[in-house]
């Protein structure tokens, strides 16, 4: 690997698909990190990253259309080649990036609680000031591919003026720059979260040499060292760290999963087939048209053979009683057979990927329900929640550096308890039996009206809808009482009290 200060232009071992089987889990076995052991812990560290990042970088490549099929050599009749990428990887990823994200997630008040919602909306602005929403997605996209990502988050630093309405900032890392090393004892704590970058004054080899070449910042919880090569750097007061003052690891790690598998590379080996299959497709009917010709007891010199290409016909003899024949030496590739196999291949991909399949349907009996079974979409649903269980578990993580940040700035108070997070993921379908269940139980007079609204799913946010429900009726009584009672009804009123006065003989007749 040369020294190069571009991260995307690094260059990676070749590696076999088959044998991806999802990213490593880094531990150690200390029970604190300091400035004696830092280097020690992340050249351990890093030679298991460095096996990570062998095959996230080849999984990236992949997704970008940089496949195997690429390289096929052919030994019969290499002219006719054709390498055809079948990028389903990029299918696969849109797909799961698309409808986890599609709707950006939201954050609602996990209580009941006056006044809480409001802070939950000052939350939401201060994360859609961020750009949160997109670097959601960039980092879903990062697990799709392979199995994993990192984000940061920092307070802003008032003295380089970084400060501005939102006092924190969000990035996305690059899961190939990036590893945290956790705990090997019960509850797997991370003891420290590392980043690094290419030292551009480094001018030797960057594979084989440990550290050197790049320089890595390492976070604890307490402190943070800065890592040049195999040294640990001394700071403006010959300090090896600075404190961390936010008493906890800003770099988060977000797995897909358990074993951090990227979306698609459980089925690599049936992408490879697909792109192979395509290939020796398009080579058989090249091979068809460019059949070779046959002369059968008959003789032809080049200079007879290059009239017969121009001309596009030839005479020939029959000698000896021998017939004569030309014809083309060639045998056409069954497209339907291939075609079986193609179907066969995409459909298996689509099951294991826990995709929606596209082959419609043409039952005039389907309800929505039953497309939704018969078509896939109630398992992509369900690998999506799955999804959604890894990805809350560290945005707590996230929430809890977030929110000291700003309860530290006086801006939001706000604890994790009081947050849940919502993922708006296909809520108005269906949307008149939801309208309908609404309208049924808030005419119960045994139900709570957020019980009402959450239970409806009509709403991503019930707490606040309940809310800004109850303001809209008292809102609209209050106009009611104030327009509808005007003069006549005032008059009316008067004369129905004057007519009851005058009744003296209680039969409901008047006096004159």
Not at 107 to 125: C, F, H, M, Q, R
Not at 299 to 316: H, P, R, S, T
Not at 383 to 400: D, G
């Amino acid at each position: 690997m040369s020294a190069t200060s571009s991260k995307t232009e690094q260059t990676v071992t070749p590696l076999v698909s088959h044998m991806l089987f999802g990213r490593r889990k880094i531990y150690t076995s200390v029970s604190a990190i300091a400035a004696d052991n830092v280097v020690d812990i992340v050249t351990k560290a890093y030679n298991v990253h460095l096996e990570n990042r062998r095959e996230i970088q080849y999984l990236y490549e992949y997704y970008k259309g940089k496949q195997p099929i690429l390289d096929r050599i052919k030994e019969i009749r290499p002219e006719i080649c054709n390498n055809i990428v079948v990028n389903r990887a990029n299918e696969i990823v849109a797909f799961k990036v698309g409808y986890q994200c599609g709707i950006p997630m939201q954050y609602t008040a996990a209580k009941a609680v006056d006044g809480l919602p409001s802070k939950i909306e000052d939350l939401n602005n201060l994360m859609a000031y961020e750009s949160k929403a997109l670097k959601d997605k960039e980092l879903v996209e990062w697990q799709m591919i392979c199995g994993t990502g990192y984000r940061i988050v920092l307070p802003d630093d008032a003295n380089s003026g970084e400060e501005d309405e939102a006092p924190f900032s969000i990035s996305t890392l690059r899961p190939t720059d990036t590893f945290v090393i956790y705990s090997d004892k019960i509850g797997e704590k991370p003891m420290a979260a590392i980043t690094y970058w290419v030292d551009d004054e480094y001018t030797g080899e960057l594979e084989g040499n440990g550290l050197q070449g790049y320089i890595f910042a390492v976070y604890t919880e307490d402190s943070y060292y800065e890592l040049k090569g195999n040294q640990v750097t001394l700071f403006d007061n010959n300090s090896p760290s600075k404190p961390n003052t936010l008493k906890m690891i800003p770099i988060i790690e977000y797995p897909a999963n358990n074993a951090r598998l990227g979306a698609f590379e459980i089925v690599i080996d049936l992408l490879d087939a697909l792109s192979k299959i395509e290939s020796n497709r398009l080579d058989g009917l090249e091979s068809f048209v460019q059949a070779f010709i046959k002369f059968v007891n008959c003789d032809i010199d080049m200079k007879e053979y290059e009239e017969f290409l121009a001309m596009g016909a030839i005479k020939v003899s029959s000698r000896e009683g021998k017939n004569a024949d030309v014809d083309l030496v060639s045998k056409e590739l069954s497209q339907t057979q291939a075609q079986v196999e193609v179907d066969d291949l995409y459909d298996t991909i689509l099951t294991i990927c826990g995709m929606p399949n596209r082959n419609g349907g043409s039952s005039t009996s389907d309800t929505g329900a039953a497309v939704q079974l018969r078509d896939g979409w109630s398992s992509a649903e369900a690998r999506a929640k799955e999804s959604e269980l890894m990805f809350e578990a560290s945005e707590r993580e996230l929430l809890k550096i977030v929110l000291k940040i700003l309860r530290d700035k006086s801006v939001v108070n706000l604890k994790v308890s009081d947050i849940q997070m919502v993922f708006p993921r296909r809520n108005y379908e269906n949307v008149q039996g939801k309208v309908q269940a609404l309208t049924g139980l808030l005419a119960s007079k045994y139900v709570h009206i957020k019980d009402a609204y959450a239970a409806s799913g009509l709403f991503t946010d019930p707490e606040t809808a309940s809310e800004n429900g109850m303001k809209w009726y008292e809102e609209q009584v209050k106009q009611y009482d104030i327009n509808d009672v005007g003069d006549e009804d005032k008059n009316a009123s008067k004369d129905n009290n004057v007519n009851e006065d005058n009744d003296v003989s209680g039969s409901g007749q008047t006096t004159e």
